[in-house]
């Protein structure tokens, strides 16, 4: 079974940059779409950006255009999620998780999902 793998996650400072890695282990991404989602402590799971696997199309929570771009590389079946001027609030573990049908933001339609990665922001 294709088992998701996030990397990249570390301690930054306010104002840096990070790119966080989804692969995919054991298979190829077969979904329609994968999405990158964010808990920071205490708060809800939170989308942020998703693509589709084949058309490479492309979705963003609004609060993060400009700052976030998520990409794909079919070659090495991985998904990336480029994050740059960060923020203390963008302190959490991010996730990223496999959709089967369509590329939304809700939770519920991602149906395998990676173990996480923290993301640390200090000023």
């Known amino acids: 079974q294709v088992q998701l793998v996030e990397s990249g996650g570390g301690s930054v400072q306010v104002g840096g940059s990070l790119r966080l890695s989804c692969a995919a282990s054991?298979?190829?991404?077969?979904?329609?779409?994968v999405g990158w989602f964010r808990r920071a402590p205490g708060q809800e799971r939170e989308f942020v950006a998703a693509t589709t696997w084949s058309a490479g199309l492309t979705y963003y929570a609004d609060s993060f255009l400009g700052r976030f771009t998520i990409s794909r590389d079919i070659d090495k079946n991985t998904v990336y999620l480029q994050m740059s001027s960060l923020k203390p609030e963008d302190t959490a573990v991010y996730y990223c998780a496999a959709a089967p049908r369509s590329m939304t933001d809700r939770v519920r339609d991602y149906d395998r999902w990676g173990q996480g990665t923290q993301v640390t922001v200090s000023s």
């Open positions: 054991g298979g190829t991404f077969s979904s329609f779409a």
